[in-house]
């Protein structure tokens, strides 16, 4: 069964990320790239995807004709997607337990980030 | 260069659309044909759809490293319904795409008019992640 393991932060949150030293994001980085490479030695591994800053989302409707209306403002309060896993998993559990070694990934200090992952199940390919 | 689409029109504890069996069809119908046409070209990566969010779970780790699972969700937070991802050559192009996905039919065939939030992605993981 298909996962999809969804990241979120707001504005304020991203902008923190970018105070971080480099040792810091480099550190980061090491256990997230660790948990890649055991993900796809499992096989579990389908994809990841970082997403771009915040600062370039636009929210976009159709009017009746069919042309974009686009706007670039949202609520100081609202989550932006940050980035994603998709792993491919026997059970929910397991889906839980890659969410919970990303969530222990270390962020500044070597301080485990404890970031909340939003865990759901695909509707479409099983 | 890539961009996600995605609809975030969805409520917590939301389950399935009490929508009639018809207006469903409908609204799926109109979905395929558009993957279908960004399928033709070209620009479709990828196109997913999520689970209902009365299932999603938030994760965290705890001290022992272990996973808490908890499922409660503010009132006001947005769930992620479905993404495309789609390799377009201009951002206008993605939006354009998006307002097509945004007119999708809803009950009765009106267009839903959902907003769909377009970003764009990193063109590849960070080479550092993989």
């Given at each position: 069964?298909?996962?999809?393991?969804?990241?979120?932060?707001?504005?304020?949150?991203?902008?923190?990320?970018?105070?971080?030293?480099?040792?810091?994001?480099?550190?980061?980085?090491?256990?997230?790239?660790?948990?890649?490479?055991?993900?796809?030695?499992?096989?579990?591994?389908?994809a990841?995807q970082?997403?771009?800053?915040?600062?370039?989302?636009?929210?976009?409707?159709?009017?009746?004709?069919?042309?974009p209306?686009?706007?670039?403002?949202?609520?100081?309060?609202?989550?932006?997607?940050?980035?994603?896993?998709?792993?491919?998993?026997?059970?929910?559990?397991?889906?839980?337990?890659?969410?919970?070694?990303?969530?222990?990934?270390?962020?500044?200090?070597?301080?485990?980030?404890?970031?909340?992952?939003?865990?759901?199940?695909?509707?479409?390919?099983? | 260069m890539k961009y996600i689409l995605?609809?975030?029109?969805?409520?917590?504890?939301?389950?399935?659309?009490?929508?009639?069996?018809?207006?469903?069809?409908?609204?799926?119908?109109?979905m395929k044909t558009l993957n279908k046409e960004l399928r033709e070209s070209g620009e479709l990566v990828a196109a997913e759809?999520?689970?209902?969010?009365?299932?999603?779970?938030?994760?965290?780790?705890?001290?022992?490293?272990?996973?808490?699972?908890?499922?409660?969700?503010?009132?006001?937070?947005?769930?992620?319904?479905?993404f495309w991802i789609v390799d377009v050559d201009t951002p206008d192009r993605a939006y354009a795409i998006a307002a097509k996905a945004?007119?999708?039919?809803?009950?009765?065939?009106?267009?839903?008019?959902?907003?769909?939030?377009v970003?764009p992605v990193m063109s590849a993981?960070?080479?550092?992640?993989?």
């Open positions: 069964m298909k996962y999809i393991l969804l990241m979120s932060g707001t504005k304020a949150g991203v902008d923190g990320y970018h105070t971080w030293s480099q040792k810091d994001i480099e550190t980061h980085m090491a256990v997230l790239k660790g948990i890649n490479k055991e993900l796809t030695e499992s096989g579990e591994f389908v990841t970082g997403l771009a800053n915040p600062r370039d989302a636009r929210l976009v409707t159709g009017q009746k004709n069919g042309v209306v686009t706007d670039g403002i949202f609520p100081e309060s609202k989550e932006f997607l940050l980035g994603y896993w998709i792993v491919d998993v026997a059970t929910p559990e397991r889906a839980y337990a890659i969410a919970g070694r990303i969530s222990a990934a270390p962020g500044p200090g070597e301080v485990p980030t404890n970031m909340p992952i939003e865990v759901r199940q695909f509707a479409t390919h099983g | 995605m609809m975030n029109t969805m409520r917590a504890g939301q389950g399935v659309p009490t929508w009639p069996t018809k207006d469903l069809q409908a609204h799926i119908g109109f759809g999520l689970a209902f969010p009365n299932q999603a779970k938030l994760v965290r780790a705890g001290s022992n490293g272990l996973p808490i699972t908890d499922g409660v969700f503010p009132e006001s937070k947005e769930f992620l319904a479905g945004s007119a999708a039919p809803g009950p009765g065939g009106a267009p839903l008019n959902m907003p769909i939030e970003r993981p960070p080479p550092e992640m993989m």
